[in-house]
Nanobody, 116 residues
């Protein structure tokens, strides 16, 4: 059974930091590109960051470059998103995603709220 379980979301003040984790099981994690997406109320889903299977290449949305870092631990089947200098506009539900060709899996999401 495939599972992707996000954790680490919460309420944080502007300028603060959070680290999201996505623990996975049930598929060959090290063969999959991993992504973090987010969706804010009333907005379209946004690709936040991606990382290739061996972690050699990463990509970021312009809105988070220099503030967010995606990483993965293939021994733990887990992908992370370190979020620094958070802004109110980062408020959204964050989802992790695994993709390998036609195979794609999603987590249930974790809420991040940036507010004073």
């Amino acid at each position: 059974q495939v599972q992707l379980v996000e954790s680490g979301g919460g309420l944080v003040q502007p300028g603060g930091s959070l680290r999201l984790s996505c623990a996975t099981s049930g598929f060959s994690f090290r063969r999959y590109v991993m992504r973090w997406y987010r969706r804010a109320p009333g907005k379209e889903r946004e690709t936040v960051a991606s990382i290739t299977p061996l972690g050699l290449n990463t990509n970021y949305a312009d809105s988070v470059k220099g503030r967010f870092t995606i990483s993965r631990d293939n021994a733990k089947n887990t992908v992370y998103l370190q979020m620094n200098n958070l802004k109110p506009e980062d408020t959204a539900a964050y989802y992790c995603n695994a993709q390998n060709g036609p195979y794609e899996y999603w987590g249930q999401g974790t809420q991040v709220t940036v507010s004073s």
